[in-house]
T-cell receptor, first 113, second 114 residues
Framework: DAGVTQSPTHLIKTRGQHVTLRCSPI?????VSWYQQVLGQGPQFIFQ???????GRGNFPDRFSARQFPNYSSELNVNALLLGDSALYLC????????????FGNGTRLTVT | AQSVTQLGSHVSVSEGALVLLRCNYS??????LFWYVQYPNQGLQLLLK??????LVKGINGFEAEFKKSETSFHLTKPSAHMSDAAEYFC????????????FGTGTRLQVFP
């Protein structure tokens, strides 16, 4: 089975622009979560979506938004990009059962110049 | 609130030596605990998890971790390091009700010398 797939793998944007990152979960997984990993730090939770509804949100500004589609894939949108948004954005999926671990994709490397 | 502290941002060992990566947690409720590994330019791969069953947890690639409630620790060990173990290791905690919302430590980079 295919793992979690993310696109694009790399992206370069200018300050003030908008970006959309995409994620396809493992087949059968209905929960998708997004994490931001700044260089040299651990991942930070941004959003969780389950059955197309937001189930959790981390401490990120309203410039960050996400949605989940009927096929359980997901998009992360970031508006008005800042230099500090440069990071590896990781998508993870799970069947959302207690104790079931997250399965991560390889991430999208976003560079804001 | 839950949190995780990883002691030592860098750990270096010789090939064949014991690997010990430290993780202490803070949680007001019984936690679920995880260790993930990240190789360069890749996502995170689950090594092992503790979900309130056996306190000694065995994972992939010969790694294991022991949950010690009295010490609020979940240290990761491997008896004999291999060159392929060189990577970044992250400890993470979650509340039992939502294991999709992980709180990660800052990571420990493991170097293995021949």
């Amino acid at each position: 089975d295919a793992g979690v797939t993310q696109s694009p793998t790399h992206l370069i944007k200018t300050r003030g622009q908008h970006v959309t990152l995409r994620c396809s979960p493992i087949s059968g997984h209905k929960s998708v979560s997004w994490y931001q990993q700044v260089l040299g730090q651990g991942p930070q939770f941004i959003f969780q979506y389950y059955e197309k509804e937001e189930r959790g949100r981390g401490n990120f500004p309203d410039r960050f938004s996400a949605r989940q589609f009927p096929n359980y894939s997901s998009e992360l949108n970031v508006n008005a990009l800042l230099l500090g948004d440069s990071a590896l954005y990781l998508c993870a999926s799970s069947p959302y059962n207690p104790g079931s671990p997250l399965h991560f994709g390889n991430g999208t490397r976003l560079t804001v110049t | 609130a839950q949190s995780v502290t990883q002691l030592g941002s860098h750990v270096s060992v010789s090939e064949g030596a014991l690997v010990l990566l430290r993780c202490n947690y803070s949680s007001s409720v019984p936690p679920y605990l995880f260790w993930y590994v990240q190789y360069p330019n890749q996502g995170l791969q689950l090594l092992l998890k503790y979900t309130s069953a056996a306190t000694l947890v065995k994972g992939i690639n010969g790694f294991e971790a022991e949950f010690k409630k009295s010490e609020t620790s979940f240290h990761l060990t491997k008896p004999s390091a291999h060159m392929s173990d060189a990577a970044e290791y992250f400890c993470a905690v979650s509340p039992p009700g939502n294991t999709d919302k992980l709180i990660f430590g800052t990571g420990t980079r493991l170097q293995v010398f021949p």
